[in-house]
């Protein structure tokens, strides 16, 4: 199934990349908590539900475009935790830095993710404590991995003084700048040890990312320790937390 997901993934980046590179200007519109939609979230999003209903079609679906009441998701144990375009604000900027995400949840924790980056042409995965990178044709699995001086990656588009604070007190290390869930797949991959978020984020933005990083040995913790639980809860709000090795 983790392959059908993949290619289901890379659809639906095939939809955004066409609206992407359109010579018309993108249009914007916005939902009612200010966060913006384009017409590649509502494509990537009717490929993608449509895809995991055939796939898996006893599966409940929550998408950021598409999320269910609470009475119908408050019981659910296993299901599927989708966001079509991660990073919209990095889409509407050209930048590159905008993933697609699906992520199974089962019992709470992400057993399986998928992060495509449809603009760099990078697709991770995990299942079963193992993840892998896939770039162009070349597939390795990935690991995290400590250095020192730490690589700590952070927000492009969210970045807050608590945070800058928190890097003030963090000594000797390099900070490097990205959007999306991307930063989830630095820490994985070995590239960065450290991703702190203060700023506010939504239980899809981050589970996709969460399945790779654990798979290739990070936690997922907030501030509190406790490792990030997709339970279903009314609100979709994660708590703060840090991607590291430790």
């Given at each position: 199934m983790l392959k059908q997901i993949c290619e289901l993934a890379i659809d639906?980046?095939?939809?955004?990349?066409?609206?992407y590179t359109a010579q018309e200007?993108?249009?914007?519109?916005?939902?009612?908590?200010?966060?913006?939609?384009t017409a590649a979230d509502i494509a990537a999003h009717n490929i993608i539900a449509a895809g995991l209903t055939r796939i898996t079609p006893n599966i409940p679906q929550l998408s950021e475009?598409?999320?269910?009441?609470?009475?119908?998701r408050k019981s659910w144990q296993r299901y599927w935790l989708i966001d079509p375009l991660d990073g919209t604000k990095e889409f509407i900027q050209r930048n590159g830095d905008f993933t697609v995400n699906i992520a199974l949840i089962e019992n709470g924790t992400p057993v399986m993710g998928v992060v495509y980056a449809p603009a760099k042409g990078l697709l991770y995965y995990a299942e079963g404590g193992q993840a892998w990178k896939k770039e162009g044709g070349n597939?390795?699995?990935?690991?995290?991995?400590?250095?020192?001086?730490?690589?700590?990656?952070?927000?492009?588009s969210h970045q807050d003084h608590e945070l800058l604070d928190y890097l003030a007190q963090m000594g000797t290390h390099e900070t490097v700048v990205i959007g999306s869930s991307l930063k989830f797949c630095w820490v994985a991959e070995g590239k960065a040890q450290l991703y702190p978020r203060f700023g506010p984020t939504n239980t899809w933005d981050t589970a996709a990312g969460h399945a790779i990083a654990i798979a290739a040995g990070a936690k997922v913790?907030?501030?509190?320790?406790k490792t990030l639980d997709y339970t279903p809860k009314e609100s979709f709000l994660n708590p703060g937390f840090r991607v590291t090795l430790f």
């Open positions: 639906a980046g095939s939809a955004i990349m066409a609206i200007p993108l249009q914007v519109e916005h939902k009612s908590d200010d966060s913006p939609v475009e598409a999320p269910p009441s609470w009475d119908e597939i390795q699995q990935i690991h995290v991995n400590d250095v020192t001086p730490p690589v700590i990656v952070i927000s492009r913790l907030d501030w509190n320790g």
